[in-house]
């Protein structure tokens, strides 16, 4: 676990913005189209899209049940130095759960790519150029603001990246029958007869399809949960209904927190999801029903 602590959980941010509608924002956004990678810095390239609306599809409005934030990992980070010369680093961005958007994620790779022909005197002055423009980004159409996290890694310091499968019971072992290929909630239950057990549970076989492009996106899921035990079986077949789902990385992981919170009623919850990277970029969701330490930022085999 890292040293940054969650804050409680607050109420979604007011306000109307042009982003809430996520039918709307996905006419509206360029970014499912050809477009030319740029070559000079350009903050505007940034794409924002409110979490509320899809929030509101959970039934979520007013406080939230979860705290969590959305770790991000750039690994095609360059830029120049004063001189020309390219520099490189692996780039960690931390955006917390009660951000007022999320960042549409090609946008993000066009965005880092501005920067390849951009002359910066120092990293921590491209560090701070990114944490300017991201924060603004997330919090556009919001009044609160709460900080963001920008780190980056210098090449010396690469093999000191850590790799490693989650923890956890793996879900994965289990043959189960799966026929259903669209979010199922309705299988998901726990046994009411039994005494409260701590477990976490993992699997690898968490799909669903990109909303701006249609691809494919996987990722490897971490369930942590104090409460009666979850049927582990169901669990799995529910994980797997998410396989022709169209929704973002966030979306889908508060989706799977708010689906086990209600139907199974765990006393606490936290889910975990790593996606593997797609244009040079990864994206791990984390909700948690109360405050904590977010998970250790461990890239998995297959990011």
């Known amino acids: 676990m890292s040293d940054t602590t969650l804050p409680p959980a607050q109420p979604s941010a007011p306000g109307a913005d042009p ?27 940034l794409f924002p899209i409110a979490r509320a609306a899809q929030r509101e599809a959970l039934g979520l409005r007013g406080r939230l049940p979860f705290v969590g934030a ?10 120049l130095n004063s001189r020309g010369k390219p520099q490189i680093a692996i780039g960690h961005f931390h955006f917390p759960a009660e951000t007022h958007n999320i960042i549409e994620s090609k946008s993000f790779k066009l965005y880092l790519n501005s920067f390849n022909n951009t002359r910066f005197d120092s ?67 726990s046994d009411r007869s039994q005494a409260h057990v701590s477990e976490t549970l993992t699997s690898r076989l ?16 971490q369930i942590a949960y104090h409460g009666h035990p979850i049927d582990q079986a169901a ?57 904590q330490a977010l998970p250790r930022n461990v890239r998995t085999a297959r990011q």
């Open 19 to 45: 982003h809430d509608n996520p039918h709307a924002t996905a006419r509206a956004n360029p970014l499912g189209r050809d477009v030319a990678y740029p070559d000079r810095y350009d903050p505007g390239l």
């Open 70 to 79: 959305d770790s991000w990992t750039a690994f095609e980070l360059s830029w």
């Open 123 to 189: 990293a921590d002055a491209l560090r701070q150029t990114l944490l300017t423009d991201l924060t603004e980004a997330a919090w556009r159409g919001a009044p609160v603001q709460a900080s963001l996290g920008v780190r980056l890694v210098p090449p010396q310091d690469f093999d000191a990246e850590p790799l490693a499968e989650l923890d956890g019971l793996d879900l994965d072992r289990l043959d189960v029958e799966c026929s259903d290929y669209h979010p199922r909630p309705e299988l998901l239950h």
């Open 206 to 221: 968490l799909k669903s399809n990109c909303p701006v492009t249609g691809q494919p996106d996987w990722a490897s899921v």
């Open 235 to 291: 669990l799995l077949q529910y994980i797997v209904s998410f396989r022709n789902h169209t929704g973002f990385h966030e979306n889908c992981v508060e989706r799977i927190f708010v689906d086990i919170w209600q139907r199974c009623q765990p006393v606490q919850l936290s889910v975990w999801a790593r996606y593997t990277r797609r244009g040079g970029l990864d994206i791990n969701p984390f909700r948690s029903s109360q405050p």
